[in-house]
């Protein structure tokens, strides 16, 4: 079994910060791709952030200069620095990590069960 899970959400004012975090545990081989995502009530989710295996980084441009996403191989964690925080970044992050296990030759996806930040303005 393989679970995802984050942690760090909360409320906070414009122009403070967050760090979210997510963990993988289970019977995990290897972890490429990790990701996060957001979705805010009557909207679709997002891809807010991605990181490889390797460390490249791709975010969406609203929160580019702002957020960060990092990842730590040795703990099969990655987290998401999110600064600036304005009232439009509202919403439940979720993580996703792409996961092979010794079981199955293939990656899978799995994602976490999402984490509520609140920005007041």
């Known amino acids: 079994q393989v679970q995802v899970s984050e942690s760090g959400g909360g409320l906070v004012q414009a122009g403070g910060s967050l760090r979210l975090s997510c963990v993988a545990s289970g019977s995990i081989a290897s972890i490429g791709v990790m990701e996060w995502y957001r979705q805010a009530p009557g909207k679709q989710r997002e891809l807010v952030a991605s990181?490889?295996?390797?460390?490249?980084?791709n975010y969406v441009d609203s929160v580019k200069g702002r957020f960060t996403i990092s990842r730590d191989n040795a703990k099969n964690t990655v987290n998401l620095h999110m600064n600036t925080l304005k009232p439009e970044d509202t919403a439940v992050y979720y993580c996703?990590?792409?996961?092979?296990?010794?079981?199955?030759?293939?990656?899978?996806?799995?994602w976490g069960q999402g984490t509520q930040v609140t920005v007041s303005s």
């Open positions: 996703k990590a792409s996961i092979k296990t010794p079981r199955w030759s293939r990656f899978n996806d799995y």
């Open positions: 990181i490889t295996s390797d460390g490249s980084t």
